[in-house]
């Protein structure tokens, strides 16, 4: 099997070489590295380069966006990036993490023994380096003294079961999604696609030992709220639409490509998401309370409830 690794970097030049050290001294080497540069304003463009030119690396490459993206639609363009190699198993990596030498191919033989595995994630260690950090609380699966765990089915949108960083992914499983991933949908964070997705297809699965160390900082991307009570009320629609409704339209659309039975609870869920947008946007606190009440079981949980009444009374 031929791999490849995705790194999204941002202004990571103080961070970064630890990673790229893992990466490099892998036990399977990757066959490609696409670095993508979300506009940094340091040195991480020009470290990379020379780190790619000093140790004389084929198949790495490190590409500049033309405009800042973000971390989740840059992650979005370079899994359309792995659609244009020829890898089999792509690997998902950020700038700050360091990974232990045998992650890829421990993951590559599982993915290779068993065929009806897609998603394959991993356990990692955490490194909190300050007090502003975020710790992510793992997901407890219930076979967890098992070598593999299967990913449960969860209707809802869940934040994901491990870290996207410890992501190896079939390049089938990928096509499967990003068609109908569009670019305005920018507030989606890949792995929780990625990895509910998998769970709703039943070809997601977690190897129960740890992969690698996680860093985790004040300045880690991932792990902060998009909306608090604080935020505007546009920045509320703006993460209905571009994260929920996103990821329902994309998990229902993908299940009923794969004449999943579950494509019929998704499409719902999509649809209540519309409904939810259409009321927000209409400024009309009672039709927001009417829908509370309609739809009370569509909504993840009561903190959902109380945001769209509260987001209701603001202008």
């Known amino acids: 099997m031929k791999t490849a690794v995705l790194m999204a970097t941002y ?10 050290d893992s990466i490099k001294n892998q ?18 463009v020009q ?27 840059n992650f979005r363009q370079l899994l359309i ?18 990974w232990h030498l045998e992650k890829n191919i421990k993951q590559v033989e599982i993915l290779s023994s068993h065929s009806e595995i897609e998603v394959l994630s991993a356990d990692t260690e955490f490194n909190v380096s300050t007090s502003e950090a975020t710790i992510p609380t793992n997901y407890v699966f219930k076979d967890n003294t098992q070598e593999l765990s ?3 089915i969860e209707r809802f949108y869940k934040a994901g079961f491990r870290q996207g960083m410890t992501l190896a992914i079939k390049k089938e499983f990928i096509e499967r999604f990003l068609k109908y991933w569009q670019e305005d949908y920018n507030l989606l964070p890949h792995d929780a696609l ?16 740890s992969v690698a160390i996680h860093n985790r900082h004040e ?10 009570l604080k935020s505007s009320k546009e920045l509320h629609i703006q993460e209905l639409y571009a994260k929920y409704q996103g990821y329902y339209e994309i998990v229902y659309k993908v299940l009923q490509d794969n004449n999943s039975s579950l494509a019929q609870v998704e499409k719902k869920y999509y649809e209540f998401t519309k409904r939810r947008i259409a009321n927000a946007k209409s400024g ?3 039709k927001t309370f009417e829908q509370v009440i309609r739809d009370w079981k569509n909504y993840e949980h009561a903190s959902s409830r109380i945001r769209d009444i509260l987001f209701a009374f603001k202008k």
């Open 284 to 286: 009309n606190f009672f």
């Open 150 to 152: 299967k990913f449960p």
């Open 219 to 228: 300045t880690n991307a991932s792990g902060k709220a998009v909306v608090t």
């Open 194 to 209: 990625i990895e509910c997705l998998a769970g709703l297809l039943e070809v997601g699965y977690n190897l129960n030992e």
């Open 27 to 44: 036990v399977l080497s990757p066959d490609y590295v696409i670095i993508r540069d979300d506009g940094s304003t340091d040195g991480t």
């Open 47 to 73: 470290f990379v380069r020379n780190y790619i030119k000093q140790n004389n690396l084929v198949g790495w490459d490190i590409v500049q966006n033309e405009k800042n993206l973000g971390w989740r639609l």
């Open 11 to 20: 202004n990571g030049e103080k961070l970064i070489e630890k990673q790229l």
């Open 81 to 98: 990036d792995s659609q244009n190699t020829d890898a089999d198993v792509i690997f998902l990596s950020d700038q700050d993490d360091v």
